[in-house]
């Protein structure tokens, strides 16, 4: 089965869709087999990937972080998912954020915007474009259609900070990411000695060079690098302890802010009749039925987690493919090959 995998990503970077890749599929009591393929920038091909590469985590930030730290605060009672954001939120009380759920914003059935346009619609400062923000009319009334949008991670961000008293960074390291060991796992922009190691993404017309330690996400880069769109930057053991907690907490101790009963809620279809189904910011993975129980978050840089509590098993696909193209399909390939061998009748192969 690892030849399997490492052959369909090799191929991957023969084709173009990465320069490079990482991997690895585990269980709760960690990982089974990893890989890597591939080179960090086809400009200096001495330079492979490896299992310590720094991917620059895109939208996985929206579970690392803003998911993660959601559920710490369900967990201390200091949340009702349910509960109009209005009553308990005094920034959005009198506008129609406030009619909003948490849930809702989990769901993506919120009604909020579909783009974030930050700049465009609220300058550059911090203070107002957290301010437009959360003033912003919605798109369409809660709960009405679920709609994948940006904004209800950069919302979910800002609730967070207020309900914690904290920076989103600093909620996310103390509740999750220090408790799990997640050593590397930062907001940017990285120091020197990570900048190193890491993959650089798409390349910025401005400077003629590939972003490299700076997140990608324009909306990220203008709130200085901290926001609950993207922004973090992780490594491949990062990942694996932090699934291995969602599969038996009891490997890592109590200390971590969310518990089996979050992990099971957010696993859970959540949507009704809607479509697309959704969890809590987890969906269930293309290709996949109810019944094979398998959860994916992606990243627009190339980067895909996937979890299974059925199966006991989880996976990782890292690459930098916003090096070569925004477009996503040759990846989407790449990602439901993946998927299928790492979690199809996974009783019938060994991972010697």
Not at 11 to 34: H, Q
Not at 59 to 74: C, D, F, Q, R, Y
Not at 111 to 133: M, N
Not at 320 to 336: A, G, I
């Amino acid at each position: 089965m690892i030849d399997r995998i490492q052959a369909l990503l090799d191929e991957g970077v023969r084709n173009k869709v990465y320069p490079g890749a990482v991997w690895a599929v585990g269980d709760s009591t960690g990982t089974l087999a990893s890989g890597a393929t591939g080179v960090l920038d086809p400009d200096e091909p001495e330079h492979r990937m490896r299992l310590d590469t720094v991917f620059d985590a895109a939208s996985l930030t929206k579970i690392l972080a803003v998911w993660s730290s959601i559920g710490a605060l369900w967990e201390d009672g200091r949340l009702d998912l349910d509960a109009r954001l209005g009553t308990y939120w005094p920034e959005v009380t009198e506008y129609e954020l406030g009619q909003v759920t948490a849930r809702q914003l989990l769901t993506h059935t919120a009604g909020v915007p579909l783009r974030a346009q930050l700049k465009a619609q609220y300058g550059t400062d911090h203070a107002d474009i957290r301010r437009g923000v959360l003033r912003e009319p919605l798109h369409r009334p809660p709960g009405e259609a679920v709609e994948y949008t940006d904004r209800a991670a950069l919302i979910l961000g800002f609730l967070a900070e207020h309900l914690s008293g904290m920076p989103l960074d600093q909620l996310a390291t103390e509740r999750t990411w220090r408790p799990l060991g997640m050593n590397t796992t930062r907001f940017g922009p990285l120091p020197a000695e990570l900048v190193a190691r890491s993959a650089p993404t798409e390349l910025e017309q401005d400077t003629d060079t590939h972003l490299k330690g700076v997140a990608h996400d324009f909306s990220a880069r203008l709130l200085g690098g901290v926001c609950g769109i993207a922004g973090a930057f992780t490594v491949l053991d990062d990942l694996a302890g932090f699934l291995r907690h969602m599969l038996d907490p009891a490997t890592s101790g109590p200390a971590v802010g969310f518990s089996p009963v979050w992990t099971t809620q957010s696993l859970t279809i959540q949507t009704g009749g809607h479509e697309p189904a959704r969890g809590l910011f987890w969906h269930p993975a293309p290709g996949t039925v109810d019944s094979d129980d398998v959860w994916v978050h992606y990243g627009f840089t190339g980067t895909g987690m996937w979890i299974s509590p059925a199966a006991s098993r989880w996976a990782v696909l890292l690459t930098n493919k916003l090096y070569f193209t925004r477009d996503r399909y040759p990846l989407v390939e790449v990602r439901d090959a993946f998927r299928e061998l790492a979690f199809t009748a996974i009783e019938a192969f060994s991972w010697d």
